[in-house]
């Protein structure tokens, strides 16, 4: 069974920085591409970043571009978002999605964590 | 950027009743591959997204086949054949021909 528990979620004040991990169980974890995809109270769906399965190539919404970093641990399972400089409007909670086999799009979603930013 | 609109934004349902809703994007989400890019999502109350449809019309594992999805190119639609009280939710578009992935507003359906 594919599991996906995001941590790190808080409340920060705005310039802060957070780092979100999501562990993953159920799956070869290093064979498929894996995203951040963030939802801000009451709003709809925003894809953040993806990283493909060997860490190699990464990509990021123009609005994370150069604060956000996606990376991750294949010995560990382990999918990481590092959020700089963050801002009021990233508050959201913030899941994490595992790849189909032929595309980024997801097929299993975790349960998300809540970033809050305020001061 | 491919932009994704869908309509309504909203339906009410009477139970046993079908529902459809559609999806647009800006360009073709047809790939050279021949594969379609276009994905429908289900959002319960407090619950994250969990895949109904991908490729346009393949049901996910443990979708019920009241749940179909039909279209190409630009344009596609999400079918409800029967609508059931647990298919209350918002239901978003997904396109991933290419990055950033972009979902549409999403339709919300609820239960008359």
């Known amino acids: 069974e594919v599991q996906l528990l995001e941590s790190g979620g808080d409340l920060v004040q705005p310039g802060g920085s957070l780092r979100l991990s999501c562990a993953a169980s159920?799956?070869?974890?290093?064979?498929?591409?894996m995203s951040w995809v963030r939802q801000a109270p009451g709003k709809g769906l925003e894809w953040v970043s993806r990283?493909?399965?060997?860490?190699?190539?990464?990509y990021y919404a123009d609005s994370v571009k150069g604060r956000f970093t996606i990376s991750r641990d294949n010995s560990k399972n382990t999918l990481y978002l590092q959020m700089n400089s963050l801002r009021a409007e990233d508050t959201a909670i913030y899941y994490c999605?595992?790849?189909?086999?032929?595309?980024?799009?997801?097929?299993?979603w975790g349960q998300g964590t809540l970033v809050s930013v305020s001061s | 950027d491919v932009v994704m609109t869908q309509s309504p934004l909203s339906l009410s349902v009477t139970p046993g009743q079908p529902a459809s809703i559609s999806c647009k994007s800006s360009?073709?989400?047809?790939?050279?591959?021949?594969?379609?890019?276009l994905y429908w999502y289900l959002q319960k109350a407090g619950q994250p997204p969990q895949l109904l449809l991908y490729?346009?019309?393949k049901r996910f594992s443990g979708v019920p086949d009241r749940f179909s999805g039909s279209g190409s190119g630009t344009d596609f639609t999400l079918k409800i054949s029967r609508v059931e009280a647990e298919d209350v939710g918002v239901y978003y578009c997904?396109?991933?021909?290419?990055?950033?992935?972009?979902f549409g507003p999403g339709t919300k359906v609820d239960i008359k």
């Open positions: 997904l396109q991933s021909i290419q990055l950033p992935l972009t």
């Open positions: 999605a595992k790849g189909t086999a032929s595309a980024t799009a997801p097929d299993y």
């Open positions: 159920g799956f070869t974890f290093s064979s498929y591409a």
């Open positions: 990283i493909g399965g060997s860490g190699g190539s990464t």
């Open positions: 360009q073709s989400l047809l790939h050279s591959n021949g594969e379609t890019y």
């Open positions: 490729e346009v019309s």
